[in-house]
């Protein structure tokens, strides 16, 4: 099985365009792209994919002690580039898929060439002078939900990632977070909750553009505005939209961000 298939990657668009590849966050899909990634097709080669342990992934494509660290995500993300012999691609990355994609272009600058990095956070759990929004005692009580209730801690995220229990975001994570395996989700949730990259940040060398929600409790402001500074000349943009997910609550919005952004790399002047 080729890493593609492994990971059910989609590649649309012309052949020869610049690519531009979306990658979900925890717990969801590539589907959850579905309202930006088509405006891009007509001048982009669009690659999507499910990341192992999600979506519609081949369930041999996770490994437990491959992914116990976003580096192995990392690498997965390399070998899916490698062989469709793509470089230099726009990798829009939400959430945790972020951070993964800063990795990446730090370890294989060839292959990324811009950053769009949608909610972003380096740190979730606050510490010292750094507002990450999140406890440990917070990331410890979603751990062991997650561990103790297989099927009790969608709900309560689903609503956090969507930003309200009326928003028609809700349902279509919640649906997403329960096709996840409880014992993926548990290690993926670790990994992304306990993970700190703040130290990465001053290495990407890649043009980067922060999109941030105006009102998210994931990843709040200060998270997006850290991650801001922390990246040479980061871009940043503040969606006006509720939750962690703006693709989903304001597409739109984001589209409109991600447009501008590659129409300025494309004219330079």
């Avoid at 230099?88 to 370890?107: F, K, T």
Wanted: charge should be negative.
């Amino acid at each position: 099985m080729t890493r593609a298939e492994q990971l059910n990657a989609s590649v649309r668009g012309p052949a020869g365009a610049p690519a531009v590849v979306f990658v979900h966050g925890f717990g969801c899909g590539q589907h959850m792209w579905r309202h930006v990634a088509p405006g891009l097709e007509r001048e982009h080669r669009v690659v999507l994919l499910d990341l192992p342990g999600s979506g519609d992934a081949a369930e041999a494509s996770y490994d437990p002690a491959r992914h116990a660290s976003l580096e192995g995500y990392r690498d997965d993300l390399a070998a899916l580039l490698d062989e469709l012999e793509l470089s230099s691609v726009v990798l829009v990355g939400h959430s945790v898929a972020s951070m993964i994609g800063v990795l990446l272009q730090i370890d294989r600058p060839d292959l990324v060439g811009r950053l769009v990095l949608v909610a972003p956070s380096a740190r979730y759990v606050d510490a010292d002078d750094y507002v990450g929004g999140h406890s440990e005692t917070d990331i410890d009580e979603l751990l062991d939900l997650m561990s103790r209730n297989h099927l009790g801690w969608q709900d309560p995220l689903a609503q956090m990632v969507a930003g309200s229990p009326e928003s028609p975001a809700k349902g279509e994570l919640e649906q997403a977070f329960c096709r996840t395996r409880p014992e993926f989700a548990a290690q993926f949730a670790n990994v992304t909750f306990r993970g700190d990259n703040r130290a990465d940040l001053p290495h990407v060398t890649a043009p980067a553009l922060v999109l941030q929600s105006a009102n998210d409790v994931i990843a709040p402001e200060s998270a997006g505005q850290f991650v801001r500074d922390a990246i040479p000349d980061a871009e940043y943009r503040l969606i006006d939209t509720r939750g962690h997910a703006p693709h989903l609550t304001a597409p739109e919005q984001t589209l409109a961000a991600i447009r501008e952004f590659l129409a300025v790399a494309a004219d330079p002047a």
